[in-house]
DNA sequence: TTAATTCTGGAACGATCATTCAAATAAGGA
DNA sequence: TCCTTATTTGAATGATCGTTCCAGAATTAA
């Protein structure tokens, strides 16, 4: 369906409350009724290009997990491609931003994701350390946490201005954090 | 100025977009005319809020970088210092999130209060290198930049919901990195 | 006390908000 | 072709938006 990734598209860079029905009308390329019609109201829209988004973003993620030889080559493709994509802003994180844990229906669809994400990203930890590439004394679930906490670090960094070669410097350091 | 402190709170929380101007009336406890007289419109004192808190947010960070006996001390102070304030949101990380770099009044802001921060950091990771305590094959301004980011980490992690504790494992980890 | 100044709160402004009803149009199947 | 089903569009809903005008209350200065 494009029309939710069109909505994707808005609420990315201008949030749920700056974002009025009429620019949703005008992004989707529907009739105003059809719009509510098929989603519902707009907070239902919101949480469909959430839900949409983060399934699409984590399945990003735990592709470039899958990557290379050792584990370690899969946790540092998952941040370059957040450092490649970082130009992007992340509707995940502008979400939390915006309504932190307030609102019961959008805090489930974060939980999922970042469930989802956090687990493929502990077993590529666990791997890791046991080929020796990850120091073994580290806790693996706060290693995990480290690495998803430094995305959200790499996507603030970008929104705020910071030029690409600042963000792969960051990934660098998150990861020597681990050696 | 009580009354802007009243509106950080305000927007800290809701963001600009979602503040309404008669919600900001009775946070501030003053006239809807006053508002109007003294700030000029929404925007200016969203202006005025955001460079209030960056100074005064900044000025906490300093003090923290002064702590110890070891330039790493106060690196640590500093980080542990954003742990244990992690439950307020911060205006800087959602104003940056909400807007970008979409409006240059804003921006300048930012990017003020973050020059201020990344030099006295700077100094620090300097100092802590001639100690010993930072490895010195790290670039001293990536080191810098990768403190600040994991800042924003941090707080973003505490408006997502995790618990102190884990957001403290999130600062011994970013610590770990420069050693 | 009086005069000047600041602050307050009601009323109203036009604009836009999210949303719905109803009529018009388009599309598809028989 | 006609009938049914989607889709779009115009008009209107009541609400709320940010903001201004204005008259009265409160506060301060003289």
């Given at each position: 369906m494009t029309a939710l990734?069109?909505?994707?598209?808005?609420?990315?860079?201008?949030?749920?409350?700056?974002?009025?029905?009429?620019?949703?009308?005008?992004?989707l390329h529907i009739g105003r009724q059809s719009l509510y019609d098929t989603f519902g109201d707009k907070w239902?829209?919101?949480?469909?290009?959430?839900?949409?988004?983060?399934?699409?973003e984590?399945?990003?993620?735990?592709?470039?997990?899958?990557?290379?030889?050792?584990?370690?080559?899969?946790?540092?493709?998952?941040?370059?491609?957040?450092?490649?994509?970082?130009?992007?802003?992340c509707l995940g994180v502008g979400s939390i931003c915006e309504f932190g844990t307030t609102q019961p229906e959008l805090t489930k669809i974060h939980e999922a994701a970042g469930l989802r994400l956090h687990?493929?990203?502990?077993?590529?930890?666990?791997?890791?350390?046991?080929?020796?590439?990850?120091?073994?004394?580290?806790d693996p679930e706060q290693a995990a946490q480290f690495l998803t906490a430094n995305i959200a670090a790499i996507r603030v960094a970008a929104?705020?201005?910071?030029?690409?070669?600042?963000?792969?410097?960051?990934?660098?350091l998150a990861l020597r954090g681990l050696r």
């Open positions: 990734d069109a909505a994707i598209g808005v609420f990315r860079d201008k949030g749920y409350a700056a974002t009025s029905a009429s620019t949703l009308v005008d992004a239902r829209l919101y949480l469909e290009a959430v839900r949409r988004y983060a399934a699409q984590t399945d990003a993620h735990l592709a470039a997990l899958k990557t290379g030889p050792r584990a370690l080559d899969g946790i540092e493709a998952m941040l370059m491609r957040v450092v490649a994509t970082a130009s992007e802003t687990s493929a990203v502990l077993e590529r930890v666990r791997s890791a350390q046991s080929e020796g590439s990850i120091a073994s004394v580290i929104r705020a201005g910071s030029r690409a070669e600042d963000l792969s410097a960051l990934a660098r």
